[in-house]
T-cell receptor
Framework: DGGITQSPKYLFRKEGQNVTLSCEQN?????MYWYRQDPGQGLRLIYY???????QKGDIAEGYSVSREKKESFPLTVTSAQKNPTAFYLC????????????FGPGTRLTVT | RKEVEQDPGPFNVPEGATVAFNCTYS??????FFWYRQDCRKEPKLLMS???SGNEDGRFTAQLNRASQYISLLIRDSKLSDSATYLC????????????FGKGTSLLVTP
């Protein structure tokens, strides 16, 4: 089955710890994205990558980092510098950037206390 | 600032009813338009792309009005399973990579 997987589904961390969220896709898509969603809010773009070994900041990149060493994988690290890390994190992919439809993974709910 | 605006609702409709949602966007340089569906605590799923000529998929019809900068979604013969939040999504030409998401319109279909 082709699709996007994210793990874990739920993640709990103490304040001050870095945490890495996994995102893997087997759709052979070039572009991958990370969004965050807060209750009652729209999705906000954190980072995106158009191709392996390249990525760009989105609207709210501060306190986050990413890597794109393989086409299939786009992990997101939430660092201790992120002031409000508790949120629903969604990974998406598309065949290319430039307005193509994006397909989402099931998301990771991160709670930091 | 590029905005995508939706009425948050909720829209409460009886089974079998027809319901319509509108969405307005702020940037006339827009390239692509979509409706996504999001169930509670789940990921968004693509419902349909919206084309300039309008398009229909079963009970769902999407329309685009570029002159007035709005998109609509019509759901006919509502089912209980249509209950969800519907997200309006626009790609602005001058931010080629980004899909801009509205906050969503909540629909509850009741028996």
């Amino acid at each position: 089955d082709g699709g996007i997987t994210q793990s874990p589904k739920y993640l709990f961390r103490k304040e001050g710890q870095n945490v890495t969220l996994s995102c893997e896709q087997n759709l052979n898509h070039d572009a991958m994205y990370w969004y965050r969603q807060d209750p009652g809010q729209g999705l906000r773009l954190i980072y995106y990558s158009q191709i392996v070994n390249d990525f760009q900041k989105g609207d709210i990149a501060e306190g986050y980092s990413v890597s794109r060493e393989k086409k299939e994988s786009f992990p997101l690290t939430v660092t201790s510098a992120q002031k409000n890390p508790t949120a629903f994190y969604l990974c998406a992919s598309s065949s290319s950037t430039g307005g193509y439809e994006q397909y989402f993974g099931p998301g990771t709910r991160l709670t930091v206390t | 600032r590029k905005e995508v605006e939706q009425d948050p609702g909720p829209f409460n409709v009886p089974e079998g009813a027809t319901v319509a949602f509108n969405c307005t966007y702020s940037n006339s340089a827009s390239q692509s338009f979509f409706w996504y569906r999001q169930d509670c605590r789940k990921e968004p799923k693509l419902l349909m792309s919206v084309y300039s000529s309008g398009n229909e998929d079963g009970r769902f019809t999407a329309q685009l009005n570029r002159a007035s900068q709005y998109i609509s979604l019509l759901i006919r013969d509502s089912k209980l399973s249509d209950s969800a939040t519907y997200l309006c999504v626009v790609n602005f030409w001058d931010s080629g990579y980004a899909l801009n998401f509205g906050k969503g319109t909540s629909l509850l279909v009741t028996p």
